[in-house]
């Protein structure tokens, strides 16, 4: 390879690290403290902005999707404590339940959850229990509250209601306050409810549209969903495209056989996304919802409808924002510590090994840099392992070209000139190079197989930092070395 | 550098002897304490929600909670009307109650007796659920088989089993020290551990690399042992430089990092000082004694 392929190489790699940088620069070093906290605010509260505002938050949200997440250590997040609702439990075995019985639903609950969690792309989540029977879940990031619901709470939302139409026909602008709530809730008859349709704004945010009341028996819900798919209409427009059980199936029959004529509510997470007109019974049991949602969201509906169902209601009882389990100080800390300990050793190389230390220092810098590009492009969440991992690959960066110098020492002491003693250097150290990074690449690819939790971070940290730190301390430092014998003329060389 | 030659493999007996007595110890150390104290994340333990009535911060509290002896398990909540801190500590023993009068006596002679209320206390579950910790070992399993399969490939197969043998001697050294020093295993342990046996490995092999190499020639295979030597010396100021930097990080780590790194740092510290002598002492040690009782046939090149 001749020397300007191997610099636009180089060049390139950069570039990439620098685009997969950025978005993770802007977030945390340009954009406020309180200005990143207004991407975690309610669609309610976010419409209470002007305009320009909403679409700069709509902006950042895209921003958050390519950047270097930080976990629940070290930014904390959401704190959500949930209650099973036993009684339903109880009434459905019409009897009081053995504290075995409620572990059991209690570990059947926590299994479901990691896994749901777990589809929607949350890493390192953390699921506990707490007390005998309450779960606690913590989601690194206070993003969306709403979302979090979404992922936690999920399924079982999804109800079927027949619309009232003689009272919704009724409804008058004037029994409405400002914000849309109904003044006088006594003018809904017993027997029905009223809810809110709801659609996407410009801003893709979900806003409250006009009130709608139903009759409030759920006709079939959640639970007898089979199968749930994403697909998109003949004009391009996401839909979710659900199979009920044999039994759902035949009761969605008999609904749709009764009510032909009227409307058919869907709602998911109180909120009525759809409510199409019933022309005839539909058998078969294929049902697909048409709503004003993004291909995303009809994705987390068909999500949250496939997850397997809870076998206990449940509910949020407590949800709230929590610090960093390291706290603020360990971090700043941990960062100082990280500047100090990285700074001695570009010192110590420089000390040791002169100017060829400076090839090396660069090396390294590259490959903090790199590592960082790639973490963001991966949208990767940054725990205290995960920079385990990176202290580990500044130590092995370093390694690899200490291996290197050293040979490239005894090549000079055995009479070579410079240059025959760099290549031939470079040849004998890239064997022991490969195969060291390669044991510990695979012990490391082992271990990200893990699902998740801790270890999966530290190993998906080091196995790209092992990756990158070959390319930096044999591809780039041998470029800079050609280069700089070239440019000085290097008759002896400083290492 | 280091010219003159220096006699390593040829003290494998005493170091044998330090390795095991470490080890021996160190088990017999973990086993009359009932296991390795385990932190929250793998025993679960309790929680105390504390108001702070007065302003302080999350080291403060921190510190009271390390003087207690109950682990440095802090969260601050973030609520607009009280500074609302979440406590944790390990199931350490059965009797919660005392640990949390404890800590309660802690915080309130620290900060006055009326400016602390207690809102809550509860019990939480283990982090890391016991089914994980299950699969970690057939994990673990698999990562050294397939490191076995690699090293028998590209060198031979004795020296996979002894790389790994030295790996195992880490990680053994390491737990033994967190329990000489009374440390619970919590998550950050846990990272150090995996980081250590990524350094063992890479140690090691490069010494075995250079063991190969000087193993093609026919005279020097005829004195195995002193080529064996000769080749740690060769490494030897590779294996130095590369440890003393990885050093100068984690001993930042620990001095500056704050108390809750220290753990994480100490475990490192210990790790990489073991992983160093390892591949030295440990690995090649074990070349040169597997070819006295076995010897190996020369490789034709």
Redesign the interface.
Known sequence: MNKAFRILLVLIAIGIAVWGFSSTYIWYFRYSKEDRALTNLTAEKLAQYPEEKRLQIKEMKTLRGRIINLGLDLQGGIYMVLEPDYKELQRRAGRELTPDEIRDAIRQVMEILRNRIDKFGVSEPSITTQGEDRIVVELPGSKDPDRARTVVMGRGLLEFKIVDEVTTGNLRRDMFDDTGLIIDSSIIPSGSELKYFWSKNKYDVLERRRAVVLYDEVLLDGSTIKRAQVATDQFGKAEVIFELSAEGGKQFAQITEVNVGKRLAIILDDKIMTMPAIRERIPGGQVRITGDFTMKDAQDIALVLRAGAFPVPLQIAEQRIVGPSLGEDSIEAGIKAAIVGSILVVLFMLAYFKASGIIADIALALNIFLLLGVLAWLNFTLTLPGIAGMILTVGMAVDANVIIFERIKEELRSGKTVSAAVQSGYEKAFRTILDANMTTLIATFVLSQFGSGPIKGFAVTLSIGIVINMFTSIFVTRLLFAIGIDAFRVKKLSI | MFKKVLKIVQHRKITYIVSAAIIVVGIANIALRGGLKMGIDFA?GN?MQVWMKDEV???EV?DVLIDTGYGN???????PEKDLY?LKTAALERDNDRVIQEITDGLEEEFGNDRVVIEKV????????SY?LR??YI?GL??IL??LL??TF??KFRFGVA?ICALIHDVLIVLSFISFVGKEMD??I???L??I???S??DT??VF??VR?NLRSAKAFEDYENTVNLSIN??L??TL??S???L??????Y???????RN?AFA?IVGILAGTYSSMFVASAIVVDWHRLKPEKIKKV
């Not at chain 2, 398990?73 to 609520?79: E, S, T």
């Open positions: 679960g929680m911060t999350i080291g921190r398990n802090v969260q601050k909540i973030a609520d979440i509860d019990i939480v579950g283990p982090r890391i659920s994980l699969t970690s994990v698999v990562a397939l490191i690699y090293t590209r060198f790389a998550t950050f846990l990272a150090a995996l980081t046996i990524g350094y490995l890479n092999i490069v690399d250079r190499e060769q490494s100021s590779r430089i590369t003393i930097t990885t100068l990080v984690v001993i930042s780590l001095v500056f990092g704050g108390n809750i790194m994480f490192l």
